[in-house]
């Protein structure tokens, strides 16, 4: 009879386990007995709930953190390789979740106006060798917490240093006339600029600036990314070796986190084109060569 009444409960209940309890005059062993239950569904603790998407989500960001630039593609690939088998869609899903992106270079940033006027390109088989006989300039952008900022800079092709730089919250043609007069202004005025055909290079504004200080304006072939290599060459170091690597939660501790990055670039970090010479080391020793040759 209490046999048959116990199973009678654990039936409605659903879950003979729950009805066993110690410190009866019944065994533990009876008491399983009685209700149809193996003595080990007793003693088994359940593992707490795991969510796959909050594991994978962890997951991802480690795989962002080690590489910026990956997207979807190679995060998912590098997944799967370390034996977590999922697919490319699941892990877009979740980055989009998370707002995370791969770092690339954005589309159009170098197009110029309808009818804008166009330079050469000069510097084809061209020997640089001295300083002052090539700036070249670029616009890049940098993601913050806040939006996207633009860094130009005016590197010296021959010694790698930087000249000047401009930060702004817009791509507009007159941080790249103050950079390039605030190079002229310390330093002279070069013999060729090269830049892009990017519609701030191409105003009138830009270009009268540049001519009327003397020099001769080179603009980089349709097309020909490598045209403009040295400053493209510059954006990638200092985002690998620097921005990459720290946060900055405010407009001004990233001028100043790029402040300080540029100083340590031009006056203590060896460059090996110049045979590790500091770029700042390259320049003042070359300028002062040229003019006591001159």
């Given at each position: 009879?209490?046999k048959?009444?116990?199973?009678?409960?654990a039936?409605?209940?659903?879950?003979?386990?729950s009805?066993?309890?110690?410190?009866?005059?019944?065994?533990?062993?009876?008491?399983?007995?009685?209700?149809g239950a193996?003595?080990?569904?007793?003693?088994?603790?359940?593992?707490?709930?795991?969510?796959?998407?909050?594991?994978?989500?962890?997951?991802?960001?480690?795989?962002?953190?080690?590489?910026?630039?990956?997207?979807?593609?190679?995060?998912?690939?590098?997944?799967?390789r370390?034996?977590i088998?999922?697919?490319?869609?699941v892990?877009?899903?979740?980055?989009?979740?998370?707002?995370?992106?791969?770092i690339a270079?954005?589309?159009?940033?170098s197009k110029?106006k309808?009818?804008?006027?166009k330079?050469?390109?000069?510097?084809r088989?061209?020997k640089?060798?001295k300083?002052?006989?090539?700036?070249?300039?670029?616009?890049?952008?940098l993601?913050?917490?806040t939006?996207?900022?633009?860094?130009?800079?005016?590197?010296?092709?021959?010694?790698?240093?930087?000249?000047?730089?401009?930060?702004?919250?817009?791509?507009?043609?007159?941080?790249?006339?103050n950079?390039y007069?605030?190079?002229?202004k310390?330093?002279?005025?070069?013999?060729?600029?090269?830049?892009?055909?990017?519609?701030?290079?191409t105003?009138?504004?830009?270009?009268?600036?540049?001519?009327s200080?003397g020099?001769?304006?080179?603009?980089?072939?349709?097309?020909r990314?490598?045209d403009?290599?040295?400053?493209?060459?510059?954006?990638?170091t200092?985002?690998?070796?620097?921005?990459?690597?720290?946060?900055?939660?405010?407009?001004?501790?990233?001028?100043k986190?790029?402040?300080?990055?540029?100083?340590?670039?031009?006056?203590?970090?060896?460059?090996?084109?110049?045979?590790y010479?500091?770029?700042?080391?390259?320049f003042?020793?070359s300028?002062?060569?040229?003019?006591?040759?001159?």
């Open positions: 009879m209490v048959k009444k116990a199973r009678e409960i039936d409605l209940l659903g879950n003979p386990v009805l066993i309890e110690e410190n009866l005059y019944v065994s533990i062993s009876e008491q399983c007995r009685i209700f193996s003595r080990s569904s007793y003693y088994y603790a359940p593992r707490p709930k795991v969510d796959i998407q909050v594991q994978l989500k962890e997951k991802i960001k480690e795989q962002y953190s080690l590489d910026p630039s990956a997207g979807s593609r190679r995060i998912t690939a590098a997944l799967n370390a034996g088998p999922v697919k490319r869609s892990i877009r899903r979740l980055m989009r979740q998370l707002n995370l992106k791969g270079p954005k589309r159009n940033l110029p309808a009818g804008a006027q330079f050469p390109y000069l510097l088989n061209l640089i060798e300083p002052n006989a090539v700036w070249s300039t670029d616009i890049t952008y993601k913050t917490p939006g996207f900022m633009y860094l130009t800079a005016i590197i010296d092709v021959y010694s790698r240093k930087i000249l000047s730089w401009e930060l702004s919250n817009s791509m507009s043609k007159d941080f790249c006339i950079c007069k605030e190079a002229v310390t330093y002279g005025s070069p013999e060729i600029l090269n830049t892009d055909q990017g519609s701030q290079y105003s009138n504004e830009f270009i009268e600036t540049v001519l200080s020099a001769l304006l080179s603009m980089d072939g349709k097309g990314c490598l403009n290599v040295w400053i493209e060459r510059f954006w990638r200092i985002k690998y070796d620097y921005l990459y690597l720290y946060e900055h939660k405010t407009t001004l501790e990233l001028y986190g790029i402040q300080s990055y540029l100083n340590f670039y031009n006056s203590e970090r060896g460059h090996s084109s110049l045979g010479s500091t770029p700042d080391e390259a003042e020793l300028t002062f060569e040229y003019k006591k040759i001159a």
